[in-house]
């Protein structure tokens, strides 16, 4: 059982790395192709921390909708796996 607590930690850990990189890569691509529209918007009078805020609340419309789906498919399926790997009966 230990064994298969490492084995699922080092997939856990993998999956947060392999998300991370993926929001990342996610939002520098949208603030290069953002640049004009947010030199615009600084032209119109936005302040440095606004475009910041707007790269932030970006950020949170990636990172929100993942981790509900995460939240809603990962509980069912950790029940499912946990009740066969722990159930005697079909061990036996």
Excluded at 9 to 26: E, R, V
Excluded at 37 to 57: Q, T
Excluded at 64 to 91: K, R, W
């Amino acid at each position: 059982m230990l064994f298969l607590g490492l084995i699922f930690d080092i997939i856990i850990l993998l999956f947060t790395i392999l998300s991370i990189l993926l929001f990342y890569s996610l939002l520098m691509i949208s603030v290069e192709n953002k640049t004009f529209e947010f030199g615009i918007m600084r032209m119109v009078g936005l302040s440095k921390i606004g475009i910041i805020n707007v790269i932030v609340l970006q950020s949170f419309m990636f990172i929100m909708p993942s981790l509900i789906f995460s939240f809603v498919c990962a509980i069912p399926s950790l029940g499912i796996l946990y009740s066969y790997i722990f159930d005697e009966d079909v061990l036996a």
